[in-house]
């Protein structure tokens, strides 16, 4: 038997845990990170830390006393009790208060859940990713919509799309058109050399990954834009890969029928190996 850590307890995984007052039911007025535990090690923890907090505080809940030292301790509940080694680590925040939209308080609640996985590694998928698009609706553009909470009925509408249409992922636009991410990826586009991804004013997720991945764009010395991203900059575009914190880098090997390269997937993928290795 596997546990969870709700609130501190641990608590068995598929145990009844919410009444019908929880927020996150009611409402999706909640946030999540997801984690990757490689070899024992929580990867990228002080990025994921930050932005729990910062978007916590950025919908007003309590975060006093909630610094990295408690979420740590709590997050180790779950790995120690359930010994992992190698997990996808879930840590859902929300507001826990009674009332209607106007929440009464905004007490901090938390649930930690673990999913067991084999490989650690961040490996070059030689297969690739089938890409689309998705047009049915789109992701609005606000500070709001950089924050990942739990309100995510459009991306399970593209999620639903992409498996229908037998493709790997789909590009989810902004609602003045515009490229913004893929279901569950930050998307960056190369062409003539120069590597873009839609800035955060775009709509996008402010993703972990798109964090490590900016930061090595720029040690590495190359050409870089935060960008308005289009459509047609991604049909003309040389490669187009996929970021996210568990999968790490993943390339494009077609969209819309285009054969893309994948000489910079590779090269990242290379980075955040070695990121892994230096972690150990």
Known sequence: MEFDNLDGFLCGKGDKLFDTSNRVLK?????????KLANGKLM??????NRLNKDAEYLGMEISGKDVAFWKKE????IV???????RIRVIVYRDSPGLYTPMGNRLSFLIEG???????YSFNSKGIKLGVFTRDQKGI????NIKTTSALLFVLAGKYKKEQGLDDVIVLNTHGRVCESVSSNVFVVKDDTIYTPKLSEGC????????????IHQKGLSFEESEVTLEDLSTADEIFLTN????VQGVTEFQGKRLRDTYTINFQAHLENALLEAY
């Not at 409402?27 to 984690?35: C, K, L, M, P, V």
């Open 81 to 87: 009790k359930n010994y992992y080694k190698n997990a």
């Open 27 to 35: 409402y999706g007025d909640g946030i999540f990170e997801t984690i």
């Open 245 to 248: 914190v568990m999968s790490g």
């Open 142 to 145: 606000s500070p709001l919509n």
């Open 75 to 78: 997050v180790e509940k779950v």
């Open 205 to 216: 997720l402010d993703g972990v990954m798109r964090k490590q991945i900016i930061k090595a």
């Open 44 to 49: 990228f923890w002080e990025d994921h830390f």
């Open 115 to 121: 999913t067991r996985f084999d490989k650690p590694e």
